[in-house]
C-alpha cells in the first residue's frame, strides 16, 4: 500500500491564483482530513469527510473549498490564493470504527505571494 | 473533545528514557488519549493511545493515571531519531469523525 500521497510537494503561487491539492489514500478508509500547519504551530483542521459525498467543516474552512466524490480521493481547492495560505497542508485518513488511528500524507509546501 | 497541556519543549540524553507529560483534567469518560510526534516537516505518526489502561507497543509506553487526568508517553531508550514535535490529543471515537485538537505539541530534543 502507498498508504496517503499527496501532490504537489511544492507550489508558489501569486494572490489571486487558484489551484487544488490533491489527497489520494489507497486502504478503503473512509474518513479523510484535510490540515494546515503554519510554521512553529500544531495542525489546525481545516475540512474534514466521512464518506464520499460528504464533508464538513473544520475549525479553519474559511478560503478553501473540498469534494469527495470517491472513498480514494479527496482534494482541497484554494479559489483566491492570499499569503495567510502560506502554510504546509496535510491530508489524513482513517478506517471507521474504535481506533482513531490517523494516517498522514507526506504534506504540501504552499507559499503565496 | 478534551484539551490538552503539554510543556513546550524538553531534553533529553541518548540512551536515556523520555518521559512526556502531558495533562488532560477535562477529560471524559468515554475519551481516549493518543499520541503522535511529527519528525521535522513530515506528516505526524501515530504513536500510541489508550483509554486507562497501560498501553505498550514497540515505540512506547502509555502510562494513565488513574484519574485519567494526566498521562506520560515514555520512550525507554531515546534515540537521536526520536528528535521531534510530540502531540497528545484525546478524543472520543466513533461519534464526532474528526476534530482531534492537536494543539502545538512538546518538542523533545534528544542529545548525544
Known amino acids: 500500500n502507498a498508504g496517503v500521497t499527496q501532490t504537489p510537494k511544492f507550489r508558489i503561487l501569486k494572490i489571486g491564483q487558484s489551484m487544488t491539492l490533491q489527497c489520494t489514500q489507497d486502504m478503503n478508509h473512509n474518513y479523510m482530513y484535510w490540515y494546515r500547519q503554519d510554521p512553529g504551530m500544531g495542525l489546525k483542521l481545516i475540512y474534514y469527510?466521512?464518506?464520499?459525498?460528504?464533508?464538513d467543516k473544520g475549525e479553519v474552512p474559511n478560503g478553501y473549498n473540498v469534494s469527495r466524490s470517491t472513498t480514494e480521493d479527496f482534494p482541497l481547492r484554494l479559489e483566491l490564493a492570499a499569503p495567510s495560505q502560506t502554510s504546509v497542508y496535510f491530508c489524513?485518513?482513517?478506517?471507521?470504527?474504535?481506533?482513531?488511528?490517523?494516517?498522514f500524507g507526506p504534506g504540501t509546501r504552499l507559499t503565496v505571494l | 473533545d478534551a484539551k490538552t497541556t503539554q510543556p513546550p519543549s524538553m531534553d533529553c540524553a541518548e540512551g536515556r528514557a523520555a518521559n512526556l507529560p502531558c495533562n488532560h483534567s477535562t477529560i471524559s469518560g468515554n475519551e481516549y488519549v493518543y499520541w503522535y510526534r511529527q519528525i521535522h516537516s513530515q506528516g505526524p505518526q501515530y504513536i500510541i493511545h489508550g483509554l486507562k489502561n497501560n498501553e505498550t507497543n514497540e515505540m512506547a509506553s502509555l502510562i494513565i493515571t488513574e484519574d485519567r487526568k494526566s498521562s506520560t508517553l515514555i520512550l525507554p531508550h531515546a534515540t537521536l531519531r526520536d528528535t521531534a514535535v510530540y502531540y497528545c490529543?484525546?478524543?472520543?471515537?466513533?461519534?464526532?469523525?474528526?476534530?482531534?485538537?492537536f494543539g502545538d505539541g512538546t518538542t523533545l530534543t534528544v542529545k548525544p
Open positions: 469527510s466521512v464518506g464520499a459525498g460528504i464533508t
Open positions: 489524513a485518513s482513517r478506517e471507521q470504527g474504535a481506533s482513531d488511528t490517523q494516517y
Open positions: 490529543i484525546v478524543r472520543t471515537v466513533n461519534t464526532n469523525a474528526g476534530k482531534s485538537t
